[in-house]
């Protein structure tokens, strides 16, 4: 089959048409007219699951269409590594990639590990998602491993994280951190300790780095707001309730989504706590107010937000205290883009 003009249009169309073997037949294709292992990767499968992502956070798709829609570029990504043939070379190192403790998003992770391996010079071991620290801990101990990536790419994971880069230089084996939840800087990365960020696959060529991150001991009240207990998400939902009595007609279904809502946002203050950055929690709370913008003006969220950290003062006062200036700049932020939504 003849190359398309835009790779990355073809593909994207085959995934909103769930066509698992059209998408597969595609990426061989374009391996075939000579296209490279990675650059089939990070043009054409990498772009195309960031708008499956944007789908799903607009409320465009369900997470039952964003799971398709990623199966399909699952199935790609194992019919392109199939075809590739790897060249021969002699392996300079063992990398092993793993998701943190807590993290299913594995694809990422994959990509990675595809494109590292696709040179021939490394050993890939691919460790899959949500890898216990513990276990993580007994396979880096059998001693053939140079150097570990992570991958994280929910901020709710980076306490994972931490867990799983204590267990690795426990055992002196440096860590590489990637993944959409670093966010855009290395401060996420070195306030959990690691000893690299990555911006891309690539770093995983270079020479592995030396130990210069740091094992960080979770603090205490970020493994409490991590595994917030469901009493505090009770008196949260009551307090919401009685600031807002018209909130009480919501659904059996609607009241579990809440309180489920309310436990997502602890989880990401614990996050941010972890991370001294508050825009962890920011963000989403931004991305509550505009998801439910038909059901509820953002002061409704960003009150129950103040509510749920008055409830939180007690036994966490840094995680209340650091909610709070994420619902300050939030507010402010809806403020700037549409005035009326604060009222």
Not at 164 to 180: K, Q
Not at 247 to 261: F, G, I, N, P, V
């Amino acid at each position: 089959m003849s190359a398309p003009a835009d790779p990355c249009a073809a593909y994207f169309r085959t995934v909103e048409e769930f066509d698992l073997h059209g998408a597969s037949d595609l990426v061989v294709g374009l391996l075939d007219d000579g296209m490279p292992v990675d650059r089939i990767i990070t043009e054409v499968l990498a772009p195309a699951q960031v708008s499956i992502g944007q789908r799903w956070e607009s409320g465009q798709w369900s997470v039952a269409d964003e799971h398709v829609a990623t199966s399909v570029t699952e199935a790609a990504l194992a019919a392109l590594t199939y075809a590739a043939v790897p060249r021969r070379g002699e392996h300079t190192r063992h990398v092993a990639v793993a998701c943190v403790e807590g993290e299913w998003h594995s694809l990422p992770a994959r990509m990675a590990a595809a494109i590292a391996g696709a040179t021939g010079e490394l050993r890939v071991t691919m460790l899959g998602p949500s890898m216990p620290a513990e276990q993580l801990h007994r396979r880096l101990s059998v001693g053939d491993i140079d150097v570990v990536a992570l991958s994280c790419s929910m901020p709710t994971n980076l306490v994972g994280a931490a867990r799983c880069i204590a267990v690795a230089h426990d055992l002196e084996v440096p860590v590489v951190v990637g993944g959409r939840a670093l966010g855009a800087h290395p401060r996420r990365a070195q306030a959990i300790g690691a000893d690299a960020w990555a911006v891309d696959a690539g770093v995983l060529l270079e020479p592995p780095p030396a130990l210069t991150g740091r094992t960080r001991d979770v603090p205490t009240e970020v493994l409490l707001l991590d595994t917030v207990d469901d009493a505090i998400i009770g008196r949260a939902h009551d307090r919401m309730l009685g600031a807002f009595p018209r909130l009480s007609s919501m659904t059996s279904y609607q009241h579990a989504r809440t309180r489920e809502d309310l436990g997502w946002i602890v989880r990401h203050t614990a996050a941010a706590l972890l991370t001294d950055d508050a825009s962890i929690v920011g963000d989403a709370l931004t991305w509550l107010c505009t998801l439910l913008r038909g059901f509820a003006p953002a002061s409704v969220i960003t009150g129950t937000a103040q509510l749920l950290a008055e409830t939180l003062e007690p036994q966490a006062p840094a995680g209340a205290a650091i909610l709070r200036q994420a619902i300050d700049t939030t507010e402010g932020g809806l403020r700037l883009v549409g005035g009326d939504r604060i009222t």
